[in-house]
């Protein structure tokens, strides 16, 4: 019965309740959005490096070696020699290393210059290793294989030729059109950095600056063409970083402290691990503004049932006076009052979780290739229920207030008129 009343009180006045429903919708979706994004970007960088147990680059921060390195964010401020790169690698307690050479781009993709180590060894989320949804490797001197995203916003396929440019900017105009590469393979979608990025050998890499004197480009007279390089012995200098997997994890520490005390270079060895943990304390102030951010507005979303419900009382004190005339007691009363606030705090978290998920369907593919986050759309998390529960709970309190008041109210309060 009750049920029923409230369905036709709420019928009566449908606009109010559509947008009451609507405001409450909104910010559940977007509540309940900015947690999943949370979560999902640390995911992400979570899962882009598995296996590894130490990054190794020139001297400076943690923090920014690991976000140029990994991520492709920033750039490097030095570089390590490949001499000592050669000569650390050669530790019998490591189980595999990785070279990482950066400073080139295709049409704003990064460039990556590695060895073989890379498609045989990196693993990311828990241990998925590299492949190829089609192709293979780079085999020739001027062979490169590009990531998923690469592939699909560019439409490239195998075979096709590449012009890299020299830096990392999107609209640099030095490029090395004397070497264009081919296209030998097509990695599979990963949802990391490398969906974005294309991939060389370290003699590639140094192949297209053969002819680069000081980091300028060469004239036409100084360029040396491709098929001459091939016949050269290319002598690597230098490398960006390098990622090391130890046979045993027992010796991480002490290897990590002979790194960082290297004689030769300067050098930090840090563990991914541990400094994604203080990025995350970095970010963690941020993280805590968006969210706090969002609690006001599910507030300004429950603020606005509560002005519909109590601002329509004065409206409805004839209604309330009628059915109390016919029977119905003071808790009855209360009981319409509160069921009304559920069934529009209930509608308006349906609402928002199918907008949530209908804009997370719609635009996930362009989330993931513009910013490289991966959010799955999954059953909702116990965080994200608790997240929403409240929500509800919230919702009834804020119809408690106004039924407070309508319980209060004498039963001939509606029935008599005012002059």
């Given at each position: 019965?009750?049920l029923?009343?409230t369905?036709?009180?709420?019928?009566n006045r449908a606009l109010t309740?559509?947008l009451t429903?609507?405001?409450?919708g909104?910010?559940?979706?977007l509540?309940v959005g900015t947690?999943?994004l949370?979560?999902?970007a640390r995911?992400s960088f979570?899962g882009?490096v598995?296996?590894?147990?130490l990054?190794?680059?020139?001297?400076?921060?943690?923090?920014?070696?690991?976000?140029?390195?990994i991520?492709?964010i920033?750039?490097?401020?030095?570089n390590?020699?490949?001499?000592?790169?050669?000569d650390i690698?050669?530790d019998p307690a490591f189980?595999?290393?990785?070279?990482?050479?950066l400073?080139?781009?295709?049409?704003g993709?990064?460039?990556v210059?590695t060895s073989?180590?890379?498609y045989?060894?990196?693993r990311?989320?828990?241990?998925r290793?590299v492949?190829f949804?089609?192709?293979s490797?780079?085999?020739?001197?001027?062979?490169?294989?590009?990531g998923?995203?690469?592939a699909?916003?560019?439409?490239y396929?195998t075979?096709?030729?590449?012009?890299?440019?020299h830096?990392v900017s999107a609209?640099t105009?030095?490029?090395h059109?004397?070497?264009p590469?081919r296209?030998?393979?097509?990695l599979?979608k990963?949802?990391t950095?490398?969906?974005?990025?294309l991939?060389?050998?370290l003699e590639?890499?140094?192949?297209l600056?053969?002819?680069?004197?000081?980091g300028?480009?060469?004239?036409?007279?100084?360029?040396?063409p491709?098929?001459?390089v091939?016949?050269?012995k290319l002598k690597?200098g230098a490398?960006?970083?390098?990622?090391v997997r130890?046979?045993?994890?027992?010796?991480?520490?002490?290897k990590?402290r002979?790194?960082?005390?290297?004689?030769?270079?300067?050098l930090?060895?840090l563990?991914p691990?541990?400094?994604?943990?203080?990025?995350?304390?970095a970010?963690?102030?941020a993280?805590?503004?968006l969210r706090?951010v969002t609690?006001?507005i599910?507030?300004v979303?429950?603020s606005g049932?509560f002005l519909?419900?109590?601002?329509?009382?004065?409206?409805?004190?004839?209604?309330?006076?009628i059915?109390?005339s016919?029977?119905?007691?003071?808790?009855?009363i209360v009981?319409?009052?509160?069921?009304?606030a559920?069934?529009l705090s209930a509608a308006g978290?349906?609402v928002?979780?199918?907008?949530?998920y209908g804009?997370?369907?719609v635009?996930q593919?362009?989330?993931?290739?513009s910013?490289g986050?991966f959010?799955p759309?999954a059953?909702?998390?116990?965080?994200e229920?608790?997240?929403v529960t409240?929500v509800?709970g919230?919702?009834l309190?804020?119809?408690?207030?106004?039924?407070?008041?309508?319980?209060?109210?004498?039963?001939?309060?509606?029935l008599s008129?005012?002059?």
């Amino acid at each position: 019965m009750i049920l029923r009343l409230t369905i036709a009180s709420l019928k009566n006045r449908a606009l109010t309740s559509v947008l009451t429903i609507l405001s409450i919708g909104l910010s559940v979706a977007l509540f309940v959005g900015t947690e999943r994004l949370l979560i999902s970007a640390r995911e992400s960088f979570n899962g882009t490096v598995s296996g590894a147990h130490l990054l190794v680059g020139a001297r400076g921060g943690s923090v920014q070696l690991l976000l140029y390195s990994i991520f492709h964010i920033g750039n490097a401020s030095n570089n390590v020699s490949f001499k000592s790169y050669e000569d650390i690698k050669k530790d019998p307690a490591f189980e595999w290393t990785i070279p990482i050479s950066l400073g080139d781009s295709h049409r704003g993709f990064r460039v990556v210059g590695t060895s073989e180590s890379f498609y045989k060894n990196y693993r990311f989320r828990e241990g998925r290793a590299v492949e190829f949804e089609s192709g293979s490797a780079p085999v020739d001197l001027f062979d490169v294989a590009i990531g998923s995203d690469v592939a699909s916003k560019l439409q490239y396929k195998t075979g096709q030729n590449v012009v890299i440019s020299h830096g990392v900017s999107a609209q640099t105009i030095q490029r090395h059109e004397d070497k264009p590469f081919r296209i030998s393979g097509i990695l599979k979608k990963t949802g990391t950095p490398i969906d974005r990025s294309l991939y060389v050998s370290l003699e590639g890499m140094e192949a297209l600056h053969i002819d680069w004197q000081s980091g300028a480009a060469p004239s036409s007279e100084e360029e040396i063409p491709a098929e001459r390089v091939r016949k050269m012995k290319l002598k690597i200098g230098a490398i960006t970083a390098f990622l090391v997997r130890m046979k045993s994890p027992q010796v991480l520490l002490r290897k990590q402290r002979a790194i960082n005390e290297y004689a030769a270079e300067p050098l930090t060895a840090l563990i991914p691990g541990y400094t994604l943990q203080e990025l995350w304390s970095a970010v963690k102030y941020a993280e805590d503004a968006l969210r706090i951010v969002t609690y006001f507005i599910v507030l300004v979303g429950l603020s606005g049932m509560f002005l519909s419900i109590y601002t329509s009382l004065n409206e409805r004190r004839r209604e309330m006076s009628i059915l109390r005339s016919l029977g119905a007691r003071s808790v009855h009363i209360v009981f319409l009052l509160m069921t009304e606030a559920a069934l529009l705090s209930a509608a308006g978290i349906a609402v928002g979780l199918g907008f949530f998920y209908g804009m997370l369907i719609v635009f996930q593919p362009a989330m993931e290739a513009s910013s490289g986050i991966f959010i799955p759309v999954a059953a909702m998390s116990l965080r994200e229920w608790m997240y929403v529960t409240v929500v509800f709970g919230c919702g009834l309190l804020t119809g408690a207030l106004p039924a407070i008041r309508a319980y209060r109210n004498a039963l001939i309060d509606g029935l008599s008129m005012r002059i």
